[in-house]
Structures are given as C-alpha cells and as structure tokens.
C-alpha cells in the first residue's frame, strides 16, 4: 500500500487553486456544493491518518467480500437528534441537499434501535440514543478497482465560500501533519480486569420464559432478546487499534467503526438491511444460528426452529416490500452464510421500487425486522419491557445515502468503546420452541465471534 501523504498534498493544493476560481450562476443555488477529487494510483494506507485523532467524526466502512471501503473524515453539515419526527425532518433537508449536489455527495446515517415519539423523556441523551446524518469534509473511496480522496465543499451564501474552501484547506493540513508525525500504533494490552453480563443466567432464563409466554398467547410470534457484557481493563482502550486488528482479521460482512466525540462504536455485522441502486433495491432475510466449528451444526442450522425464525423474517420483508415494488418480488433459494464463528439461514429478497419510494421510507418500515425486533412489529413496545433497558446503537441502522445509491447495514455484532471500558452486544431471536439455555449458549458463541476479531481471549463465565 502506498503513503496517502503526496495525495492529499496534491488534493490540498487543487482546493486552493479552486478557492479562487470563479463559479458564476452556479452560486444561483443554494446552498452552493462542489466536490474536489484526485484519483490514486493504488490502494492508500490510511491508518496514517489516525494520527490526527482530534478528528470528530471519524468513520471507516469496510466490505472485505467485494474489496470495499469508505473512510469519512470530519464534517461539513450534520444533522442529529433523538426523536422519529426529528429524524423524518432531517432527512427531508438531507434529500433536498443530495438533488442540489448532481448526485455527488453521499450523507452517512445512524440511526440508534429506539426512536422516541415527541414528548417522550428520556433518562439519557447520549451518542448512542441519537441519530445523525454528516457529510463528510473528506472521503476516501476504495473498490477493487479505483480509490479517490474527495474534498466536499458546501456552503449557504457566496460570502462563505471562500471560509469554507480555508477551512478544508486547514483540515487537510491537519491530516497531512499527521501524515507527518508517523505515529506508531503499538499493541495494547487486552487483557480485561473485570467482565459483567447486565443480567444473570437465571434472569436470562426468565426473560426467555416470558417472551414464550408471550408467543404462546399468540401476542407475538418471535422476539429478539439482547444482552450486554461489559468488560474492564487497566487502562484507556485505544480504538484504533482495535479497528486494525479488525480488518487483519474480518472476512466476511461489513465492517464499521463510528467516533463520534468521545466514543467509538465498531463491529462487523452480517445483515444488510437493504441497498439500493437506483430503483432496484435488495434485502437481506437472515435468521437462525448455529456454531461453525462443529460440523453436526449444520443439521442445528436446518432445524425446524431455525427455519421457523427464518420464515417470520422473511415473511415481514416480502409484507413490507410488496407494496413499494412495481413488479413481483425475487427471493433466491434458501442458503446459509458465515459470519465468523457462526453460521445463519438467509436469503436474498430484490425488487424494483415504485419511483416515488423513499430511503425514508424504506428505513421506517423496514427498521427493525423481526431478524433484531419483534414479529408482528405493533408489538415493539414489549422489547424494552422485557429487557428494561434502551439498546441504543445496537441493532439500530448505519449506512450510506445518496440519490441514486444507497446501503444501510443493521448494526449488530457490535461494541462500544468508552475510555477504558468497551460493552459489547449480542442477541438472539425467540421463538416456538427455543430453549433458553441454548440460546443463553448462543450468545456466548456471538460474544466470541466479536472478540476474535480483536484478539481478546474470552473466559467463559456461567455469571
């Protein structure tokens, strides 16, 4: 991999050429965007950058199946909050944005597992219980074929223009300084203190026999139940190289690393909750779960409490699909993928959407399916009554917007990462038939799926 440092000298000096230019009737349009390339001769290491770790927003994506990656570095206009009504606004403004911008720019969106309704109080305001859309000031794009730095520059009135062109000028000096310093990321000592479930194996199994009651007076037909474990170590975790060891180590899925202020949220999940290209959009139907490393799991895998989950995952897509399709539905054969130290069901749903469907409103009905939510999903309000906690991140949704393409990945197999404490989620789905020691199981086995990734040696704890 070659040094990002000549190119983002070569893409500092052609911002500062454009800062004087002339642009005319296009400032006609506000809010005014332009976006200044370069194109690289290779694939970048841009770990350099993590030098400069004042940077908020920092965010990387990363798809090792189709040689993949964004790495999206500040911000040039955000939009975050907490509540649906709040979310529903501020897309409308990023919308209205993205078709000024002659489908060049592409917002990331996070959005946490609950949404409040207005009103709504909530004990606490966090980075985990808000969603944001960012625009990123600097972007590199990767794909097995090309890779390009670019520089996004918006702004609301011609007076600011020549801001905003100073402004990136000096974000790209800052990342270029930190080119400079050739920081050394060293390994850090991952070995915890202290690791604490939020909940017992016997409050577990309760809250297990609560949700087959619940199936059982046909209230609900599956639920998916969520638990915490967080781990303590001596000393600050450095995020970033957890990230490294990540992407050494990932094969499969999408991998994400969200620093916003003084957090980081990173995993590397195997569902998507949908893309969209164009018109043509295609949802992942995943559900049921065995462990790889045993060979007879394969026959778990297929089992008729397996299939069953599978079914009500993908029975919701097709209801929820249908109506924004033009034309009948395609669902390929059933199959499974891997995901690391676990395997699941899955199969691929695509559709042509009705011209005038909305990210919006693919995300409002799609989010959460049955695969993290509850089945039939009226009836979500018994996930945060069971569990009597907010989720917050975990099994929220993150991902990718722009006018003609679109990816939003569903944000599990996740932790987070807060000064020397990082919690880290994993969750199953109840159904008919489950058994709680199974899936209390099931958990354990996710939970060392994450932490292979980063090279933390779990011991098991029947706590």
């Avoid at 990331?108 to 969603?131: A, H, V």
């Avoid at 100073?166 to 990321?185: K, Y």
């Avoid at 209230?219 to 000393?235: C, D, N, P, Q």
């Avoid at 949704?397 to 932790?415: D, P, Y």
């Amino acid at each position: 991999m070659n040094s990002i440092y000549p190119y983002l000298v070569s893409l500092k000096a052609k911002v500062e050429n454009k800062k004087d230019s002339s642009y005319g009737d296009a400032l006609k349009t506000i809010p005014f965007f332009t976006q200044i390339s370069i194109k690289c001769e290779s694939k970048l290491n841009w770990s350099d950058l993590f030098c400069f770790d004042s940077i908020s927003p920092m965010i990387v994506f990363y798809q090792p199946g189709n040689l993949k990656s964004v790495v999206a570095l500040g911000e040039v206009d955000a939009y975050s909050g907490i509540s649906k009504n709040d979310f529903s606004k501020a897309y409308q403004m990023i919308q209205k944005n993205i078709q000024l911008m002659d489908n060049k720019a592409q917002y990331f969106c996070s959005k946490p597992f609950e949404t409040q309704i207005d009103g709504d109080s909530q004990k606490e305001i966090n980075n985990t219980s808000m969603f944001n859309f960012i625009l990123p000031q600097i972007e590199i794009r990767e794909t097995d074929l090309n890779t390009d730095i670019v520089c996004n520059i918006l702004c609301e009135n011609e007076a600011d223009l020549k801001n905003q062109f100073s402004s990136a000028c000096e974000f790209l000096d800052g990342l270029i300084n930190a080119c400079l310093t050739q920081c050394r990321v060293g390994e850090d000592d991952l070995h915890y203190l202290a690791v604490q479930n939020n909940m017992t194996k016997d409050e577990w199994v309760k809250h297990v026999n609560q949700t087959l009651q619940l199936i059982a007076s046909k209230k609900i037909l599956k639920l998916a139940l969520s638990r915490k474990t967080r781990f303590t170590f001596e000393g600050k975790l450095n995020p970033i190289v957890l990230l490294l060891k990540m992407i050494d180590r990932v094969k499969y899925g999408s991998l994400y690393w969200i620093k916003i202020k003084n957090s980081v949220f990173m995993g590397c999940s195997p569902e998507k909750l949908y893309e969209r290209k164009k018109q043509v959009i295609e949802c992942d139907a995943i559900a049921g779960t065995a462990d790889c490393k045993v060979m007879s799991d394969n026959k778990r895998l297929l089992s008729e409490k397996n299939k069953h989950e599978h079914e009500l995952v993908t029975e919701f897509i097709q209801t929820v699909l249908t109506p924004f399709c033009q034309d009948k539905l395609t669902i390929s054969e059933l199959s499974s993928i891997q995901s690391h130290f676990v395997q699941h069901l899955y199969q691929s749903i695509k559709g042509k959407l009705k011209p005038s469907v909305t990210d919006l409103d693919l995300i409002l009905a799609l989010h959460p399916t049955p695969a993290v939510g509850v089945y039939p999903k009226d009836q979500h309000e018994v996930i945060l009554e069971i569990e009597n906690e907010p989720r917050g991140s975990y099994a929220g949704i993150l991902g990718w917007i722009g006018l003609e393409n679109s990816e939003i990945t569903v944000a599990i197999r996740s932790c987070l990462i807060e000064d020397a404490a990082m919690t880290v989620f994993t969750g199953v789905g109840i159904v008919k038939g489950s058994d709680p020691l199974d899936e209390w199981n099931e958990l354990n086995d996710k939970l060392e799926s994450i932490l292979s990734l980063i090279e933390i040696e779990y011991e098991y704890n029947e706590s």
